[in-house]
């Protein structure tokens, strides 16, 4: 039982940062917006997280200082392609390349320091009970984050005035425009959103998963929780899914691989992306559907006629 | 106001005369990494020993070095780029650099390059390596002491033969301390990424495994070990500052003394391609101090050390192949041809390989 219950944990974690990053861009590209510059925002919240945790001794400012790096950095996205309208795909790629840059030069003292990690929930009595004690309240707090915003996302997107304002942007924001709704002004909103969880995702991986600064220690996790929000059709819940099925998948071939099971191991490590991608498909066949969940102004420049 | 801007230009131009003047009598000696330097562990080792060249030849040497170049096609726009940039003598650091390394060597004649780990050589390209099995074996050792499940959890990175040999040696160093020792081998096809290599230690002793080893690049699995009050070994570095109470020992690369020698000799005119294995013996290869084990297991160990600088190679028969097939007799000694093309495992190493 003991085993299970590792496992899970380690899912968990593993799924955590992917589900954030990805379901801040989620609400980036729903309001028609294409950041691939998450990569970038993720590692400055890495380098931010474990820098100022490391600095002031408390993992708690990290974490705060992670969210804020990514929303920082996000402004500049903005500031270019909504304010200039710059190409959203380059500018995203310069951004990811930037962070990876910038992070590196900020990082240089921290390498090979031990940093400060996030204590895991301990509720007395709670925590204590066998089994789902250290499931539900026995992990860290970026985890419940996680949770609570994919909730809040889905309630804010579907269910409020302000969810339905954005997402008719994101379908069209010439319309939206027409209309008197401040086009710019949202997207601003949701971009420095998703900067702020690409943050935090990061916060995870300095903080949390590995509590230490190594460049390019997101290895990549941004590009996948951008291929997420794709493959689960702009919808939160199936992020969530997408997220956990990877890390499943992920786990389980690692401990296939233990275990000595006679697949070879390069099948088993591509088997996480395969996997997910197959699943998301099958959820997704409805073809009606996710065209409807398609933003159709995503990626287009918008110029206010003035 | 023209006659300003003439002045300007012709001091200008005066002064990056200067500039080229003096790089000139400089050498430049480049290397070509792998990993970040900011890994902690091989890359970051490397650079340590640029910054050594740096530190001994003073301003007769300028270095310069490319990260993070991944073991492909990009291999060869980086070797090429700093050819043309002036380097006059080139290290490139990683196994999967071999190809590449091959290619520029071949256009760029008047350039010294150098490969580590790799086999294949050329009129101005010499190989090094590290003979860091010589450390696994005694970490086989320790790890077989200390281990209370009899299973290690082995954490590597690609099937390649340093790190096929890594293993066979490890396990080697294990069975002459345990005969049934166990490991179980884990491979996560990447040499550096944290989350996933902490990932595969927690499923190590999530199944039963209570020593971690990696040939893997990040402190990340010694981090696990020291939060599950288990033990483990560092990578490259000394991983100490990470894991108190976990690290047993680390095979530290010091590559400083052979590349200050190398670089010597491209200054003085001397330098010819090499093919060199350094080892224990050499420096290039030391031990971490041995921590966190008893006194008498630590013995073993520095008595082991010692065996090895004295000229004993771990890879002394007999030893039998995975399948039971006799590999070397009693006595015999394996080559190191045999050793750097290493594709099979030893006797006792369960898992199966991938080709």
Same mark, same amino acid.
């Given at each position: 039982?003991?085993?299970?219950?590792?496992?899970?944990l380690?899912?968990?974690t593993?799924a955590t940062?992917?589900?954030?990053a990805?379901i801040?861009?989620l609400?980036?590209?729903?309001?028609?917006?294409?950041?691939?510059?998450?990569?970038?925002?993720m590692?400055m919240g890495?380098?931010?997280g474990?820098g100022a945790?490391?600095?002031?001794g408390?993992?708690?400012?990290g974490? =705060? %200082?992670? &969210?804020?790096? +990514? *929303?920082?950095f996000s @402004?500049?996205f903005?500031v270019m392609?909504l304010?200039?309208?710059t190409n959203?795909?380059?500018?995203?790629?310069?951004?990811?390349?930037?962070?990876?840059?910038l992070s590196?030069?900020?990082?240089?003292?921290?390498?090979g320091?031990?940093?400060?990690?996030?204590?895991?929930?301990?509720?007395p009595?709670?925590?204590a009970?066998?089994v789902?004690?250290?499931?539900?309240?026995g992990?860290?707090p970026i985890?419940?984050?996680?949770?609570?915003?994919?909730?809040?996302?889905m309630?804010?997107?579907f269910?409020t005035?302000t969810?339905?304002t954005?997402?008719s942007?994101?379908?069209?924001?010439?319309?939206?425009?027409?209309?008197?709704i401040?086009?710019i002004?949202y997207?601003? =909103? %949701?971009? &420095?959103?998703? +900067? *702020?969880c690409?943050? @935090?995702?990061?916060?995870?991986?300095?903080?949390?998963?590995?509590?230490?600064?190594?460049?390019n220690?997101?290895?990549?996790?941004?590009?996948?929780?951008?291929?997420l929000?794709v493959?689960?059709s702009?919808r939160?819940?199936?992020?969530?899914?997408?997220?956990?099925?990877?890390g499943?998948?992920w786990?389980?071939?690692?401990?296939?691989?233990a275990?000595?099971?006679p697949?070879p191991?390069?099948?088993?490590?591509s088997l996480?992306?395969?996997a997910?991608i197959?699943?998301?498909?099958?959820?997704?066949?409805n073809k009606?559907l996710?065209?409807?969940n398609?933003?159709a102004s995503?990626g287009?420049?918008f110029?206010p006629?003035r | 106001?023209?006659?300003l801007?003439i002045?300007?230009?012709t001091?200008a131009?005066?002064?990056?005369?200067a500039a080229?003047?003096?790089a000139?009598?400089?050498?430049?000696?480049?290397?070509v990494?792998?990993?970040?330097?900011g890994?902690?562990?091989?890359?970051?080792?490397?650079d340590q020993?640029?910054?050594?060249?740096?530190?001994?030849?003073?301003?007769?040497?300028e270095?310069?070095?490319?990260?993070n170049?991944?073991?492909?096609?990009?291999?060869?726009?980086?070797?090429e780029?700093?050819a043309r940039?002036?380097?006059?003598?080139?290290?490139?650091?990683?196994?999967?650099?071999?190809?590449?390394e091959?290619?520029?060597?071949?256009?760029?004649?008047d350039?010294?390059?150098?490969?580590a780990?790799g086999?294949?050589?050329?009129?101005?390209l010499?190989?090094?390596?590290?003979?860091f099995?010589?450390?696994?074996?005694?970490?086989g050792?320790?790890?077989?002491?200390q281990?209370?499940?009899?299973v290690?959890?082995?954490?590597?990175s690609?099937?390649?033969?340093?790190?096929?040999?890594?293993?066979?040696?490890?396990?080697?160093?294990?069975?002459?301390?345990k005969?049934?020792?166990?490991?179980?081998?884990?491979?996560?096809?990447?040499?550096?990424d944290?989350?996933?290599e902490?990932?595969a230690a927690?499923a190590?002793?999530?199944q039963?495994?209570?020593?971690?080893?990696?040939h893997?690049?990040s402190t990340?699995p010694?981090?696990?070990?020291?939060?599950?009050?288990l033990?483990?070994?560092?990578q490259?570095?000394?991983m100490?500052k990470f894991a108190?109470?976990?690290?047993?020992?680390?095979?530290?690369?010091?590559?400083?003394?052979?590349?200050?020698?190398?670089?010597?000799?491209?200054?003085d005119?001397?330098?010819k391609?090499g093919n060199?294995w350094?080892?224990?013996?050499?420096?290039a290869?030391?031990m971490a101090?041995?921590?966190?084990?008893?006194?008498?297991?630590?013995a073993?160990?520095?008595?082991?050390?010692?065996?090895?600088v004295?000229g004993?190679?771990p890879?002394t028969?007999?030893?039998?192949?995975q399948?039971g097939t006799?590999?070397l007799?009693d006595?015999?000694?394996?080559?190191?041809?045999?050793?750097?093309?290493?594709?099979?495992?030893?006797?006792?190493?369960?898992?199966k390989?991938?080709?």
């Amino acid at each position: 039982m003991d085993i299970t219950v590792n496992i899970l944990l380690t899912i968990a974690t593993a799924a955590t940062p992917l589900l954030l990053a990805a379901i801040g861009e989620l609400v980036v590209e729903r309001s028609g917006v294409l950041n691939l510059g998450v990569e970038g925002m993720m590692i400055m919240g890495a380098v931010g997280g474990f820098g100022a945790g490391y600095l002031t001794g408390s993992p708690w400012i990290g974490l =705060l %200082a992670a &969210i804020a790096l +990514g *929303a920082v950095f996000s @402004l500049l996205f903005a500031v270019m392609t909504l304010s200039l309208a710059t190409n959203q795909v380059a500018t995203g790629l310069s951004l990811t390349l930037l962070g990876l840059g910038l992070s590196g030069m900020m990082g240089t003292s921290f390498v090979g320091q031990p940093g400060a990690r996030l204590p895991n929930l301990d509720i007395p009595g709670l925590t204590a009970i066998p089994v789902i004690g250290r499931l539900l309240f026995g992990q860290d707090p970026i985890f419940y984050i996680s949770i609570a915003l994919t909730a809040a996302v889905m309630w804010f997107l579907f269910k409020t005035r302000t969810g339905l304002t954005l997402r008719s942007i994101g379908d069209s924001h010439t319309s939206a425009h027409a209309l008197g709704i401040q086009v710019i002004r949202y997207r601003y =909103l %949701a971009v &420095i959103f998703g +900067g *702020a969880c690409a943050g @935090l995702a990061g916060g995870h991986l300095s903080l949390v998963y590995t509590p230490q600064w190594v460049e390019n220690m997101t290895a990549g996790r941004g590009w996948i929780a951008l291929a997420l929000v794709v493959f689960a059709s702009w919808r939160p819940w199936r992020v969530l899914a997408g997220a956990y099925i990877f890390g499943a998948v992920w786990i389980g071939q690692l401990h296939a691989q233990a275990f000595g099971i006679p697949v070879p191991s390069q099948l088993l490590s591509s088997l996480p992306y395969l996997a997910t991608i197959v699943v998301l498909v099958l959820i997704s066949r409805n073809k009606r559907l996710t065209m409807m969940n398609t933003p159709a102004s995503l990626g287009q420049p918008f110029v206010p006629d003035r | 106001m023209k006659k300003l801007l003439i002045a300007l230009m012709t001091a200008a131009a005066a002064l990056s005369l200067a500039a080229t003047a003096e790089a000139q009598e400089k050498l430049k000696a480049c290397w070509v990494y792998t990993g970040p330097i900011g890994d902690f562990g091989y890359s970051y080792q490397h650079d340590q020993g640029r910054l050594d060249v740096e530190k001994a030849l003073g301003d007769k040497v300028e270095t310069a070095y490319l990260e993070n170049v991944s073991e492909g096609p990009d291999a060869d726009r980086a070797f090429e780029r700093l050819a043309r940039e002036g380097c006059k003598i080139i290290f490139g650091t990683s196994f999967g650099f071999m190809d590449p390394e091959v290619k520029v060597a071949k256009k760029f004649p008047d350039v010294m390059f150098e490969h580590a780990t790799g086999y294949k050589t050329a009129e101005n390209l010499g190989i090094y390596n590290a003979r860091f099995y010589e450390g696994r074996y005694i970490l086989g050792q320790i790890a077989a002491r200390q281990s209370k499940s009899g299973v290690a959890g082995y954490i590597v990175s690609f099937p390649i033969p340093e790190v096929v040999m890594g293993i066979n040696s490890f396990m080697l160093g294990a069975q002459s301390v345990k005969p049934d020792f166990k490991a179980k081998i884990v491979w996560v096809n990447s040499w550096f990424d944290p989350g996933k290599e902490a990932d595969a230690a927690k499923a190590l002793f999530d199944q039963g495994a209570d020593i971690i080893v990696q040939h893997t690049d990040s402190t990340a699995p010694l981090q696990v070990a020291e939060e599950r009050g288990l033990q483990g070994f560092g990578q490259s570095s000394d991983m100490i500052k990470f894991a108190p109470k976990a690290q047993l020992t680390s095979i530290v690369d010091d590559w400083g003394p052979y590349y200050i020698g190398r670089v010597k000799a491209a200054l003085d005119g001397t330098w010819k391609p090499g093919n060199v294995w350094l080892g224990i013996k050499d420096g290039a290869v030391k031990m971490a101090p041995y921590t966190n084990m008893p006194d008498d297991v630590k013995a073993m160990a520095e008595a082991t050390e010692k065996k090895i600088v004295d000229g004993w190679n771990p890879f002394t028969g007999p030893i039998a192949k995975q399948d039971g097939t006799p590999w070397l007799k009693d006595g015999e000694v394996a080559d190191d041809a045999t050793l750097l093309g290493m594709n099979f495992y030893v006797k006792g190493v369960d898992d199966k390989l991938p080709q």
